[in-house]
Nanobody
């Protein structure tokens, strides 16, 4: 059973940094690929970053490349998203997602499990 819970979202100013966490309360965290997606008001859910089950391979959206870093600690069943140089356009609800696949997929419908989301708001 996969149960994901995000935390860490809050109101910050442009240029600030923030770290999001996603904890899996299940027992198979190290066996599935993970990703972060985000959804802004009135927009579709979009891919942010993905990481392989072992953490060796990552993939980023062009809009966050060089500013965001995805990582995982399998001993703690936790996924992270370190966000630097935040911009107002980064304002969204951020979701973590999991799937049993070796492919770093960037499509929401390829993921089987989702958290409830955490709100990130970046003021200018």
């Amino acid at each position: 059973q996969v149960q994901l819970a995000e935390s860490g979202g809050r109101l910050v100013q442009a240029g600030d940094s923030l770290r999001l966490s996603c904890v899996d309360s299940g027992h198979s965290f190290s066996t599935y690929g993970m990703a972060w997606f985000r959804q802004a008001p009135g927009k579709e859910r979009e891919f942010v970053a993905a990481i392989s089950y072992g953490g060796a391979t990552t993939k980023y959206a062009t809009s966050v490349q060089g500013r965001f870093t995805i990582s995982r600690d399998n001993s703690r069943n936790t996924l992270y998203l370190e966000m630097d140089d935040l911009k107002p356009d980064d304002t969204a609800i951020y979701y973590c997602a999991a799937h049993y696949s070796l492919i770093l997929n960037d499509l929401p419908n390829e993921y089987d499990y989702w958290g409830q989301g955490t709100q990130v708001t970046v003021s200018s």
